[in-house]
């Protein structure tokens, strides 16, 4: 199993921004060739997928977030990161990475990290 560890979360006041990173455990063959995504899941719902990239750096975004929130990838250091601007409540939520293939979500899923944005 892939493990991987999330960090860069925090308390932000709408309009601010955060940059969160993404650091999997795995080999660099196996991360470069997977699509990657963040994920995020808000109090009461179900996780969302907010952002991928693919192997060949290709990006998609949620409408909810098309336009503030960029997705990069660093290959060699294994590293997936999301700078989220423009904050709004609404985005408050537990953010988490992983796969984003065909079937969706393959590796274990990390502890997440916290976004709060404050009205």
């Known amino acids: 199993q892939v493990h991987v560890v999330e960090s860069g979360g925090g308390l932000v006041q709408a309009g601010g921004s955060l940059r969160l990173s993404c650091s999997c455990a795995?080999?660099?063959?196996?991360?470069?060739?997977?699509?990657m995504g963040w994920y995020r899941q808000a109090p009461g719902k179900q996780r969302e997928l907010v952002a991928s990239?693919?192997?060949?750096?290709?990006?998609k975004y949620a409408d909810s977030v098309k336009g503030r929130f960029t997705i990069s990838r660093d290959n060699p250091k294994n590293m997936v990161y999301l700078q989220m601007n423009t904050l709004k409540p609404e985005d408050t939520a537990v953010y988490y990475c992983?796969?984003?293939?065909?079937?969706?979500?393959?590796?274990?899923w990390g502890q997440g990290t916290q976004v709060t944005v404050s009205s």
């Open positions: 795995t080999s660099g063959v196996i991360f470069s060739i997977n699509a």
């Open positions: 992983n796969t984003d293939g065909p079937l969706g979500a393959l590796w274990t």
């Open positions: 990239i693919t192997s060949g750096m290709r990006t």
